[in-house]
């Protein structure tokens, strides 16, 4: 199983992006998914999940401004990033999460930087 983020880029504040996350292999549906993020000198840090029944849940950091989706049908998990501040700043990861702790390994992420 390998993970693929994309759709990172430097934007100003305010402004949005939207990550794409895609996983390899025939296991993705049964699994709820993650985006984390690491900013530097900083640990790695859970935004955002979303179930196989497409309940969701949000770090209160991004909470309203951030929205999570999935299309199991092209294993695929988004992060709809809008009001961007420069906390924000920070290499995006997906990850597949059993018990609440993330399963695979980790994939090469995408870099998230927004200026102020």
């Known amino acids: 199983v390998q993970l693929q983020a994309s759709g990172g880029g430097l934007v100003h504040t305010g402004g949005s992006l939207k990550l794409s996350c895609v996983l390899s292999?025939?296991?993705?549906?049964?699994?709820?998914m993650g985006w984390y993020r690491q900013a530097p000198g900083k640990q790695r840090e859970l935004v955002a999940t979303i179930s196989s029944g497409i309940t969701t849940t949000y770090g209160d950091s991004v909470k309203g401004r951030f929205t999570i989706s999935r299309d199991n049908a092209k294993n695929t998990v988004y992060l709809q990033m809008n009001s961007l501040k420069p906390e924000d700043t920070a290499v995006y990861y997906c990850?597949?999460?059993?018990?609440?702790?993330?399963?695979?390994?980790w994939g090469q992420g995408t870099q998230v930087t927004v200026s102020s």
């Open positions: 990850n597949r999460l059993r018990g609440g702790m993330p399963v695979s390994d």
């Open positions: 292999g025939n296991v993705f549906s049964p699994y709820v």
